[in-house]
């Protein structure tokens, strides 16, 4: 299966996404990961470039074909890109499911955002002011949402567990 993983940065979306890969030895992808591999060989300048979506897409699809479960880290903030994942998921005839993580509590979001420390080298993470401009389309009926403000990474990933086992036994 395709899961697809979406949400503004500093919401907790790679910490799900990766102890949720984790459970269901599936395969992490990174947006992030990716994009600094770019940067670093000067293929990008900058994360504001569409390129690690596209590498992104290639990976998911040719790991859905072997059978792996794929977990997808991405912001996926607009409507192209979701549908762009929805697409992969068909062409590779595996279900899909998107997760978006939020954090509802502002305050808590902001202070995330302002006290993260990166995990890859050379990563810039963005400042609270870009994450609140980034454009953000809301997402259609369907998708599970992860609120962490008040959910923490246990109950979120066996509320998730539950949701996606329901989800593929209602197939």
């Not at 790679?14 to 949720?20: D, G, K, N, P």
């Not at 590779?92 to 080298?121: L, Q």
């Not at 539950?162 to 036994?169: E, W």
Request: glycine share 6%; charged share 25%; proline share 3%.
């Amino acid at each position: 299966m395709l899961i697809i993983m979406s949400g503004l940065p500093g919401t907790g979306k790679s910490t799900i996404a990766r102890e949720l890969a984790r459970r269901l030895n599936g395969m992490f992808l990174r947006a992030d990961t990716i994009a600094q591999a770019l940067i670093s060989a000067d293929v990008m300048k900058d994360d504001d470039n569409p390129t690690a979506y596209i590498v992104g897409y290639a990976v998911a699809e040719e790991n859905l074909r072997t059978g792996a479960t794929v977990v997808a880290d991405y912001v996926n903030g607009m409507e192209l890109t979701r549908q762009a994942w929805r697409d992969v998921a068909a062409r590779t005839n595996v279900p899909f499911h998107a997760i978006e993580v939020i954090c509802s509590d502002m305050a808590e979001h902001r202070r995330r955002v302002e006290t993260r420390v990166s995990d890859i080298a050379g990563l810039v993470l963005p400042t609270w002011k870009q994450v609140v401009d980034r454009p953000y389309e809301k997402w259609d009926a369907g998708t599970i949402t992860v609120d962490t403000s008040i959910t923490g990474l246990e109950d979120a990933i066996a509320g998730l567990l539950i949701q996606l086992s329901k989800r593929r036994a209602d197939r």
